[in-house]
């Protein structure tokens, strides 16, 4: 399998740095050999071989801030425009990875569209695509016969879509909920550590869980779009951000988490999508609701099914390697398919 990858920040490290360690595993378990044979950049620039990049190469040249600094091979091409690239190259696969853009999905989304207009299957851990587009995105797959996957895009590495889609089929879903902000996640459990608002939200910017501005995480934007993502895949919604009820966590006071401790209860920002719609708003839990004993910047989801009652499912929400390995899975699963 050839792979463009459009984007190389810390999720298309994480799987070129998975495809260097494991690579002799995945040849023998799986028959899997895969060459990255193009990387593009927004400001950083882009490589294309034919033949296929050298990954530990391309690791160093990214630590050291710019391709330019991957050493001269005979057959590279430097500094090719992302829809060259994705026109003119041999990928079999264009894994999209560039930063998420939920107002427009742009350029992202164009891309996407140029890898399925250009025969490519599509893979992607960048939300706004899916967002905003996603039963086009769908409509233009079927027309090209050719896969998208983007199982990345709402638990990073933990298989929350997979689990709903492949795993829970022959049952009927009646709802998805669950903890899809590892941020506000780990900012209400130091808070019920004591905490206040303000020193939790530091602490967790400290430890990279929050951006500088964290307004994406605490005011619910982003397990938002992980919400409509789940909508639309698992119910065939038609549904979009501003359809949904979207309150963060950023009124809770001490107060607030002392009442529901004394009550037996926790807060959590739940995310909830029916077939009919969904919200993400604080929601006092009761201890006897597994979702209430997620904690710190752990992830957790909880489909409720006709067949198995409520199924949930808690693991990792972000982070490199864990993301790295939700493109991997997804890559796995077309390739099973090629």
């Known amino acids: 399998m050839k792979i463009a990858l459009i984007g190389f920040g810390n999720v298309g490290q994480g799987l070129a740095q998975i495809l260097c360690e494991k690579a002799a595993v995945l040849q023998e378990s799986h028959g899997f050999t895969p060459q990255v044979v193009a990387v ?13 990049l050298n990954l530990e190469a391309l690791l160093v040249a ?29 990928a079999d696969v264009v894994v999209e990875v560039s930063p998420t853009n939920l107002e427009t999905a742009h350029p992202a989304l164009d891309y996407c569209y140029l890898a399925l207009e250009h025969g490519k299957h599509l893979v992607l851990a960048n939300k706004g695509p899916v967002v905003l587009a996603y039963h086009e995105l769908r409509k233009r797959a079927r027309q090209a016969g050719k896969q998208i996957r983007f199982e990345g895009t709402v638990m990073a590495g933990t298989p929350a879509l997979r689990t709903g889609i492949q795993n829970l089929a022959g049952c009927f879903v009646f709802a998805v909920r669950g903890i899809l902000n590892g941020t506000t996640n780990y ?14 939200l530091a602490q967790a910017q ?10 994406g995480d605490v005011e619910g934007w982003d397990a938002a779009a992980k919400a409509v993502i789940l ?20 009124h809770l006071t001490p107060g607030d988490i002392r009442d529901a401790h004394q009550a037996g209860e ?12 969904g919200s993400v708003k604080p929601v006092r839990l009761p201890l006897s609701d597994p979702l209430a004993h997620v904690s710190g910047a752990i992830n957790a989801i909880t489909y ?4 198995l009652g409520e199924v949930t499912l808690i693991g990792p929400g972000a982070g490199q390697m864990t993301t790295g390995f939700a493109l991997l899975s997804d890559l796995l699963d077309i390739h099973r398919t090629m």
């Open 40 to 52: 593009a950049t927004g400001r950083r620039g882009t490589l294309y071989h034919p033949d296929g």
């Open 62 to 90: 990214a630590s050291r801030g710019h391709l330019d600094y991957y050493p001269e091979t005979e057959g590279l091409y430097r500094n090719w425009p992302v829809p060259e690239i994705i026109r003119q190259s041999q």
């Open 187 to 200: 900012m209400l459990t130091q808070m019920e550590n004591g905490l206040s608002y303000n020193a939790a």
């Open 206 to 215: 400290q430890l990279g869980y929050a951006e500088t501005d964290p307004s």
């Open 231 to 250: 909508a639309q895949s698992l119910f065939d919604a038609q549904l979009s951000i501003d359809q949904l009820e979207v309150e963060g966590i950023t």
């Open 266 to 277: 926790r807060w959590k920002l739940i995310a909830q999508v029916m077939p009919t719609g």
């Open 304 to 307: 409720t099914t006709d067949l």
